[in-house]
């Protein structure tokens, strides 16, 4: 099949409508789980809304560019897919109900470290970008405490989070069970797989660019930098979605299967469609890149 002619993740749903995005992955919950289960969800869902646009108490709205709204609701979204792949693989073996729902509510807050606080005045949050992941545990830590939910699934929450760093080697998380380890695995998924098959993937890597800049990240000196070496990241995301975070993106297929009857893993299609662009980008027109990061979501 061309790659012209799969279907885009981006028409099964508007991914520019937050409550769409909620409605999606509810429907994808509610196949295995009674629906009152959601209610936690949807309540995080609403504080997480709050959070990023300025509304919760002591804190400033999202100004990243990169991690933004739009990839929290990316990653929810593929980690509820996959969730939901592994349940229609394992029908006698399906997730428990409560360790997704605080999977959920972890992908939720996942880059909550890159919130300021109102008292924050300098810079914006992505200064924190070498120390998100130790903010993002800390916020969830604090989150589930306020809402009363157990240090236990906090600190499973936690231990999800920590999947999610670039350059963490997952190895080394000890987990206290296999549930709790395949969970995380399949946040380190979402969070890679749900931001690198975003039709504006490759425009916002000028975001990131950014972000690097203001977070002293070394090795991208300029915005083409950033192109130039997602192809080379893109190879070692392979792998690590292969070998270290065991190969839980096959699960995808079988949602897309079972759900549209669509036989293919529209993810991985996806990103290698923005690969193959972000290739003849930097072979036939290098010097004039930003006129060529210009795609819409449909």
Known sequence: MKNNNYIQLSQLVDMSNPAAVLEEVKYNFIHHYPIQEFFRVRLAFRDFLDF???????????????????????????????????????????????????????????????????????????????????????????????????????????????CTGSKEDISCVKFQNKLERILCHMLGTADIIGQMASRTYLEKLIFLYNEFKEGNIKGYPTELSVLEKTLGFYSEVKEKLKKSLKG??????????????????????????????????????????????KRQVP
Do not use: W
């Open 52 to 162: 990023y646009e300025g509304r919760y108490p002591g804190y400033k709205a999202c100004n990243t560019q990169f991690h933004d709204k739009t990839h929290i609701t990316d990653s929810l979204l593929a980690i509820s897919r996959l969730i939901d792949g592994y349940n229609i693989k394992n029908p006698l073996r399906k997730l428990p109900v409560k360790s997704v729902v605080d999977a959920l509510i972890a992908t939720i807050f996942h880059d909550s470290g890159y919130i300021q606080t109102i008292d924050d005045k300098n810079g914006t949050g992505a200064k924190y970008i070498q120390v998100h992941l130790e903010r993002s545990i800390a916020f969830v830590n604090k989150y589930f405490k306020e809402m009363g939910y157990s240090e236990n699934e906090a600190v499973s929450a936690g231990k999800m989070i920590s």
């Open 248 to 293: 839980m993106d096959k699960y995808a297929q079988s949602h897309f299967e079972k759900r549209y009857r669509i036989n293919l893993n529209i993810y991985n299609i996806a990103i290698d469609a923005q690969m193959n662009y972000l290739k003849k980008i930097l072979t036939t027109n290098k010097e004039g890149y930003r006129s060529m990061l």
